[in-house]
C-alpha cells in the first residue's frame, strides 16, 4: 500500500513538473507572440506616420504653392530683403502667412508626428530654396523686431535638410535607386 502511496504522489510530483514545463513554454509562446504584435504595431505605426506626412504635405503645397506664386509676382529675385517685405503689406501677408505654415510642420517633423526622411523626399529642395529667400526677413525680424524666436523650428529644418544624410537620400531618388 506504501508503495502505490508513493507510486501516487512521483506520478502527482511528474505531473506538477510537466504543467509547470507545459505553463512555461506557453508563456514563452505568449511573449513572442506579443512580440510579434507590437513589431507589426510599430510597423503600421511608422508607415501611417509616413502616409500622414504625404497626406498633410500635400495639402499644405497647395498653399504654399499660390503664396509662393504671389511673393515670386512681387519679388521675382532669389533673395527677398527685410525691406522690401516690410514695405509691402500685401507681400508681408503672403510672407507671414507662408512662414507660419512652415513653422507648424517643421514642429510636426520635430517632434515625429510626421516622418522627416519621408518629407526629405518630397519637399527638400522647395523648403531650403524658400528659407534661403526668406533667411533676412526672419533673422532681421528676430532683431529688429522683438521675435528672438521667430521661426526657429523651420530654421532647424533646414539646418537637418542639409544633412548629408538627407541629400544623399534625393541623390539617391534622382538617379532612380530602389527606395526601402
Given at each position: 500500500?506504501?508503495?502505490?502511496?508513493?507510486?501516487?504522489?512521483l506520478?502527482?510530483d511528474?505531473?506538477?513538473?510537466?504543467g509547470?514545463?507545459?505553463?512555461?513554454?506557453?508563456?514563452?509562446?505568449?511573449?513572442?507572440?506579443?512580440?510579434?504584435?507590437k513589431?507589426s504595431?510599430?510597423?503600421?505605426?511608422?508607415?501611417?506616420?509616413?502616409?500622414?506626412?504625404i497626406?498633410?504635405?500635400?495639402?499644405?503645397?497647395?498653399?504654399?504653392?499660390?503664396?509662393?506664386?504671389?511673393?515670386?509676382?512681387?519679388?521675382?529675385?532669389?533673395?527677398?530683403?527685410?525691406?522690401?517685405?516690410v514695405?509691402d503689406s500685401?507681400?508681408?501677408?503672403l510672407?507671414?502667412r507662408?512662414?507660419?505654415?512652415?513653422?507648424?510642420?517643421?514642429?510636426?517633423?520635430?517632434i515625429?508626428?510626421?516622418?522627416?526622411?519621408t518629407f526629405?523626399?518630397?519637399?527638400?529642395?522647395?523648403?531650403i530654396?524658400?528659407?534661403t529667400?526668406?533667411?533676412?526677413y526672419?533673422?532681421?525680424?528676430?532683431?529688429?523686431?522683438?521675435?528672438?524666436?521667430?521661426c526657429c523650428?523651420?530654421e532647424?529644418?533646414?539646418?537637418?535638410l542639409h544633412?548629408p544624410k538627407?541629400s544623399?537620400?534625393?541623390?539617391?531618388?534622382?538617379?532612380?535607386?530602389?527606395?526601402k
Amino acid at each position: 500500500m506504501q508503495a502505490l502511496t508513493s507510486l501516487v504522489s512521483l506520478i502527482s510530483d511528474i505531473s506538477i513538473v510537466v504543467g509547470v514545463v507545459v505553463a512555461l513554454r506557453q508563456l514563452q509562446k505568449l511573449h513572442a507572440s506579443n512580440e510579434l504584435q507590437k513589431e507589426s504595431f510599430r510597423k503600421d505605426h511608422e508607415r501611417r506616420k509616413k502616409q500622414s506626412t504625404i497626406e498633410y504635405y500635400n495639402v499644405i503645397s497647395q498653399e504654399n504653392h499660390n503664396l509662393t506664386i504671389g511673393i515670386r509676382a512681387k519679388c521675382p529675385g532669389e533673395a527677398i530683403s527685410y525691406e522690401e517685405i516690410v514695405s509691402d503689406s500685401e507681400l508681408r501677408s503672403l510672407v507671414v502667412r507662408y512662414l507660419n505654415i512652415m513653422e507648424l510642420f517643421a514642429v510636426g517633423l520635430h517632434i515625429r508626428v510626421y516622418d522627416i526622411d519621408t518629407f526629405s523626399l518630397i519637399g527638400r529642395s522647395a523648403i531650403i530654396l524658400a528659407y534661403t529667400r526668406l533667411k533676412d526677413y526672419i533673422e532681421k525680424r528676430r532683431t529688429l523686431g522683438g521675435y528672438p524666436f521667430m521661426c526657429c523650428e523651420f530654421e532647424r529644418l533646414v539646418e537637418i535638410l542639409h544633412e548629408p544624410k538627407y541629400s544623399e537620400s534625393i541623390d539617391q531618388v534622382r538617379c532612380g535607386a530602389t527606395i526601402k
